[in-house]
């Protein structure tokens, strides 16, 4: 445990940071349509970075501090949908082997990585969904209802193991999956909360059993998921969502769609930075 980090005043500001990064991961949820964890990611890479935690484990401690957050919110998120008739809970029984499958392998790979190699791999994904954002077609599509059988279980694996290696709930990605195959967006948005709860899970579970016992964790830290920043990061993750949804309706969505891409972008050539410096 790196001690200096319970200084009161480093404790202070890891709190800060974190209040205001939960606010802003949730308000953009809400806002957007997009899971929390491509904001906390970052958000708390570049705080630990910022605190001397060391390179070693800063990105785990990132992910599966993200991945345990992911749990409670996705939760609620898919609880609310439910209520509204907007899980299709055949699919999510359909896919749930093939996405826990791709969370085991996802958090597998990442525990097996150095520092920098999740980072970057985090900042490529990151990139490549900025990307996607940017320049991709609504009304794309590839078929006219989502695959069955194996196809749909790759489908599953590879969102699953994507998002276990990112901390992400998964929500951008299956969206995008069931939109190509013409799946009503509503249903989508509240099936991919749904999915968020598989990924977090055991993705979370991987990561504290990953990291037990590392010397260099910061304090708090249960593995690699840091207690005290999830108790953070929640509250106003939960109490900003509401508020990004209601300014959905007031502004322009293409623009918004931009904005987050362009942001999305320049935090991935940020990381990119700070793995080749």
Partial sequence: MQTALLDPMHIAVFSAALIVAGGFA???????????????????????????????VRMHVAVGTSLAAIIVTSL??????????????ALLRQWAPGVIFGVLVGSGLALLMDGRTLTGLFAALALGM?????FGNPDWRIGDEPPKGLTAQAIAAV??????????GGAALSILALSLYGYPIRRAVGTAAAIGFLIGVPGAIGFIVGGWGEPELPPFSLGFVNL??????????????PLGAKAAHALP????????????????????????G
């Fill in 253 to 276: 969505a293409r623009g918004l769609q931009l904005a987050f891409a362009l942001f999305l972008a320049a935090t991935s050539i940020r990381m990119f930075v700070s793995v080749l």
């Fill in 76 to 89: 609620i998120s898919a609880r609310s949908h439910a209520a509204r008739g907007a899980v299709d809970m």
């Fill in 130 to 134: 900025a990307v996607q954002m940017a």
């Fill in 159 to 168: 969102i699953g193991a994507t998002s276990a290696l990112m901390g992400i």
């Fill in 26 to 56: 949730g308000f953009l949820a809400g806002l957007l349509g997009v899971g929390g964890g491509i904001i906390v990611v970052p958000a708390l890479y570049f705080i630990l970075s910022a605190l001397d935690v060391s390179e070693a």
């Fill in 228 to 241: 005290l920043a999830t108790l953070l990061i929640l509250p106003t993750s939960m109490l900003f969502a």
